[in-house]
């Protein structure tokens, strides 16, 4: 067995995240072009000239959910990878940079000029939920042949995302790494990442979950999806089935996780006020997997997750402009 | 004379900004690349790979000195427009998105591909300063035919910052806009940007306001350069001959305002904790603009431009990922 250097190697997508907060008639309003309050909606260039003449000032900041579990695992003191596509333009420096800025290696081959980095819209609602239209970009350029397999062997966790089913290329970069997981004795973690994810390619994640998952995240509704039962304990009854380790967030009714049939309730860490979900999930998931490789109780590893999750949904995206800021009232 | 459109027409810089939480020690170490505390620097691609490789994560905003000024305009219920130059890649896109969502005219076209929007690294220290590192990339086009002469003759004050004479071709696009003002009965207001950018271009930065500027801005050190005076009152009894107005920025002692000879103290508005001061001086600038604008008394536009500024530094500058949080204290 190859000697393992990195406690957690994430895959996903490469994306940086525009965030600006909307109105909710504002982020309806975008239903004309497919977007659904709540959910990733992935668009193209037409579709991005439409969001970004409907959407307000922005702040940009590195994203990707499997990069964003990866950042909060780094950030408690965890040691991590990353493989995930960009370009060589200026917000593909920014990403390398803030991966590398967390320690984290981060090699992969940039794609080709031709295609700018991935970035996601990030909607931001007054009730806290994120609304996210993705370009995918480079990321549409990520293949199996990205996919080092020393870097899997040297790794004892690979996190994986759902979302990277969207793209068929990506899919397959996804498959090659749960097999060479198999090989080298890696773990393997997959968040499901969206409802609408689950839908388009709930076969190849049973089968996938079934043969290679040792720990699978999901939130109600995705798992709901994933074994298509109406009642949270019966999903939940036939997820445990699946896999090793079943984690599910239940927003603020905390999380659940099941461990070998044993059953640990998680408690929410309190927030004052939920300024916003972005990023949420994805620190939980950090957290937890940080607790895992350390080798924690579940009760232990969830009670991280919850407070990095608390801790995502309470910060505040505001840069040096005054974003969404009326003055008006100032005015004598 | 020509219908004026618009109150104010910013031309300046078209930067992202990239800010990023840093150690006293980190930002000292830049000193070996000529970047100073506190001071804006002009970097190359070499010291950019320096910045980045040395500096932590970072969160991306709009900025550029005379765009964020305009940007507080807007915010006060202004009309405006701005002439700057960005390229047609994502920071060019979110760029030109961010002043559009704000209802500002721009239509500048964008610079050569091979050339990406410029950047600057603003570096946060613990005590509010701000050290920056700008990368000039596609303002470096900026030139004379990008000044539309019909958008000046339609702005009934056009707003200049003094960076623009870092780039020869911009100095000259910077005097042919101040000449275009005069023949349209349009206002010209400068803002002297930084002690390096007045010690470079004194004397013609003083011609330029004898014979063309209204309002001039600047803090008390860029007033003692550019009137080469060590006492502040000599200073601007040196400088209050040069112009109309004269409004000089004094940190937590406030600020002043000469408007013909007539002296206004203009007290701080108060700021619980500085937790970052950039934007606050180009923030101020646009409180005073929307309330000269309007035709408020002196000290009325001064209070606009004071709450404005302390708005500006006590918001704070974090995304989804929790930037320099560090969660190992939370480790059991």
């Given at each position: 067995m190859s000697s393992k250097i990195y406690e957690l190697l994430s895959i996903g997508n490469a994306l940086v995240d525009i965030l600006s907060y909307e109105s909710e008639d504002n982020v309806a309003s975008l239903a004309k072009i497919g977007i659904e309050k709540g959910n990733m909606t992935l668009i193209g260039p037409?579709?991005?000239?439409?969001?970004?003449?409907?959407?307000?000032?922005?702040?940009?900041?590195?994203?990707?959910s499997?990069?964003?579990?990866?950042?909060?695992?780094?950030?408690?003191?965890?040691s991590g990878a990353f493989i995930g596509k960009v370009s060589d333009d200026r917000l593909g420096d920014v990403f390398r940079h803030d991966l590398k800025a967390q320690g984290v290696m981060y090699t992969t081959s940039s794609a080709p000029m031709s295609a700018q980095t991935g970035r996601s819209h990030v909607m931001i609602t007054s009730d806290g939920e994120r609304t996210m239209a993705t370009q995918l970009g480079a990321n549409e350029h990520f293949a199996p042949e990205d996919i080092d397999e020393a870097l899997v062997a040297a790794s004892k966790t690979i996190f994986l995302e759902g979302y990277l089913f969207d793209s068929p290329s990506a899919k397959e970069a996804f498959m090659t790494a749960a097999q060479m997981a198999q090989t080298h004795d890696t773990k393997v973690a997959l968040t499901l990442s969206s409802v609408s994810c689950v839908n388009a390619h709930r076969d190849d994640f049973v089968k996938l979950t079934k043969s290679h998952v040792d720990i699978l995240f999901g939130n109600e509704k995705e798992l709901k999806a994933l074994t298509m039962k109406d009642d949270f304990n019966e999903a939940v009854e036939a997820a445990k089935t699946l896999c090793d380790t079943l984690v599910v967030t239940r927003g603020s009714k905390g999380a659940l996780i099941v461990q070998e049939g044993v059953h640990t309730d998680i408690i929410a860490a309190k927030v004052e006020k939920i300024e916003d979900t972005t990023g949420?999930?994805?620190?939980?998931?950090?957290?937890?997997?940080?607790?895992?490789?350390?080798?924690?109780?579940?009760?232990?590893?969830?009670?991280?997750?919850?407070?990095?999750?608390?801790?995502?949904?309470?910060?505040?995206?505001?840069?040096?402009?005054?974003?969404?800021?009326?003055?008006?009232?100032?005015?004598?």
């Amino acid at each position: 067995m190859s000697s393992k250097i990195y406690e957690l190697l994430s895959i996903g997508n490469a994306l940086v995240d525009i965030l600006s907060y909307e109105s909710e008639d504002n982020v309806a309003s975008l239903a004309k072009i497919g977007i659904e309050k709540g959910n990733m909606t992935l668009i193209g260039p037409d579709e991005a000239t439409t969001v970004l003449r409907q959407t307000g000032q922005s702040t940009m900041i590195s994203g990707g959910s499997a990069a964003n579990t990866l950042s909060t695992f780094m950030s408690f003191g965890g040691s991590g990878a990353f493989i995930g596509k960009v370009s060589d333009d200026r917000l593909g420096d920014v990403f390398r940079h803030d991966l590398k800025a967390q320690g984290v290696m981060y090699t992969t081959s940039s794609a080709p000029m031709s295609a700018q980095t991935g970035r996601s819209h990030v909607m931001i609602t007054s009730d806290g939920e994120r609304t996210m239209a993705t370009q995918l970009g480079a990321n549409e350029h990520f293949a199996p042949e990205d996919i080092d397999e020393a870097l899997v062997a040297a790794s004892k966790t690979i996190f994986l995302e759902g979302y990277l089913f969207d793209s068929p290329s990506a899919k397959e970069a996804f498959m090659t790494a749960a097999q060479m997981a198999q090989t080298h004795d890696t773990k393997v973690a997959l968040t499901l990442s969206s409802v609408s994810c689950v839908n388009a390619h709930r076969d190849d994640f049973v089968k996938l979950t079934k043969s290679h998952v040792d720990i699978l995240f999901g939130n109600e509704k995705e798992l709901k999806a994933l074994t298509m039962k109406d009642d949270f304990n019966e999903a939940v009854e036939a997820a445990k089935t699946l896999c090793d380790t079943l984690v599910v967030t239940r927003g603020s009714k905390g999380a659940l996780i099941v461990q070998e049939g044993v059953h640990t309730d998680i408690i929410a860490a309190k927030v004052e006020k939920i300024e916003d979900t972005t990023g949420a999930g994805d620190s939980f998931a950090g957290g937890v997997l940080f607790g895992f490789a350390k080798g924690f109780s579940a009760l232990e590893s969830g009670r991280l997750g919850a407070e990095a999750a608390a801790a995502a949904a309470t910060i505040s995206h505001i840069g040096a402009r005054s974003v969404n800021r009326d003055f008006s009232k100032l005015v004598p």
